[in-house]
Each structure stands twice: as structure tokens, then as C-alpha cells.
DNA sequence: CGTGTAAGGAATTCTGACACG
DNA sequence: CGTGTAAGGAATTCTGACACG
């Protein structure tokens, strides 16, 4: 009854829908494809398909650009969280395996 | 942060996914429309969007089919069901506003 | 840099019909 | 009854490029 995962990252939605939801073009939205801020699969004939979490992660990227950050600045930004998450993760299998150092 | 109706109402899949997350055809899908019993949406081009919710009860369609139950008995059964709750709902609504005859 | 657009092609979807049963 | 399929057309999406700036 419970999905494996969630609803919110199955990667369903098309171009179109995505494009609609988010009130972004689907030039803008293949842009930040290319400047790897979101990262949609594809249908084995090559169709994109987003997820509900890509289309608010659409929305953030689209305020952040309102804002005049640029996309290179946003990356920079994933990364570092993602990184800061990463750390945190490690000292907390670290602290529970008791394998530090 | 909330979204109005959830991600699991929202209807931006398009057949060909909704095929695959069921593992039922196109053809099939279709002709369960046809005989009223999932009611996808459209886009202005007239492509057919539906939800995860749907998915759902497409996959639940497709066993009692298997069970040898037909079309026509899948809808009423579900127009039962949809009676018995809309008496239950005004049984409460008249019991709160004391409208009872 | 970020986005619009025209271009040509390919993938996707649509409907109505014939087929089997 | 439920489903497969071929048919022709329309809607959707894809990529690479030119444009503006």
C-alpha cells in the first residue's frame, strides 16, 4: 500500500505539465537542465519527465533568479548543502559504529 | 508550502507513464474510461493527464478484472460506495446544523 | 547570461474501426 | 466483453542554432 517512493520524487510529469506548473517556459526549464540545477530522466524515446520535488525545486530556482542570483551561484549553493549533509551523515555513522579514526 | 490538493490528486501523468506504473495498455486504460471508470483529465490538445490516485485504481480495476469481474459491475459497485458515504455525510451535516426534517 | 524563436524531425497520443470471441 | 492492432492525423517534445544583450 505504501510506495516505495514517494509520489513527490516519482519522475512522471512531462515537459508541458511541468512547464504549466511551474508558469516557467520550456526553454527556461531545459536551461537549468544544462546549468545542473534539476535533473529529469527520460522515456526510453528520450522524453523528459520531472517529478513534484523538481517542480518546486523549478519554483526556488526561478525566485532565486528574480532575485538576480545567477545559475553558476545557485549550484554552488546545492553543493554546499548537499556537502554540509554529506559531513553530517559521516559524523553520525561514524558516532554510531564507533569506527572514528 | 502546502499544496491545495495533494500530489497524489493532481493529474499531470500522461497514458503512456500511467501504462508503465501499471503495467496495464493504453487500450485498456482507455476502454475503462469509456465504461466510466476513471476520469482522466486534458490538456488544451486533448492529452490525457491522470493522477496517482488513478494509477491506483486502475491497478485495482485490473484485479477485479482478473477476478472475473466485469466493467459494468466494477461501476456500480463503486456507485454504491459513493452513495452510502454521501448518506453518511448528510446524516452528519443534518445532525451538526439540527435540519432534520 | 538567460531566454525567445523558427526549423525539422522524432516520439507520443488521439479517434474510429476491424477483429476475435 | 475486453483487448489487440493498423491507420492517419494531430499534439508534444527534442536538439542545435541564431538572436539579443
Known amino acids: 500500500m505504501v510506495p516505495l517512493s514517494s509520489y513527490k520524487d516519482k519522475k512522471v510529469i512531462t515537459i508541458g505539465v511541468t ?4 508558469g516557467l517556459s520550456e526553454r527556461q526549464i531545459r536551461y537549468y537542465e544544462e546549468r545542473k ?3 529529469p530522466e527520460r522515456t526510453k524515446g528520450g522524453t523528459r519527465k520531472y517529478s513534484f520535488r523538481d517542480v518546486e525545486r523549478l519554483v526556488e530556482i526561478a525566485n532565486k533568479i528574480e532575485d538576480g542570483m545567477q545559475t553558476f551561484e545557485i549550484r554552488r549553493e546545492e ?5 554540509i549533509r554529506e559531513k553530517m551523515l559521516r559524523g ?10
Chains 1, 2 share one sequence.
Not at 553543493?79 to 556537502?83: E, L, S, T
Not at 553520525?92 to 559504529?97: E, I, P
Request: charged share 25%; hydrophobic share 50%; aromatic share 10%.
Open 79 to 83: 553543493i554546499k548543502k548537499a556537502n
Open 37 to 39: 540545477l534539476i535533473f
Open 19 to 22: 512547464s504549466e506548473l511551474t
Open 92 to 101: 553520525q555513522l561514524n558516532a554510531a559504529f564507533k569506527m572514528r579514526k
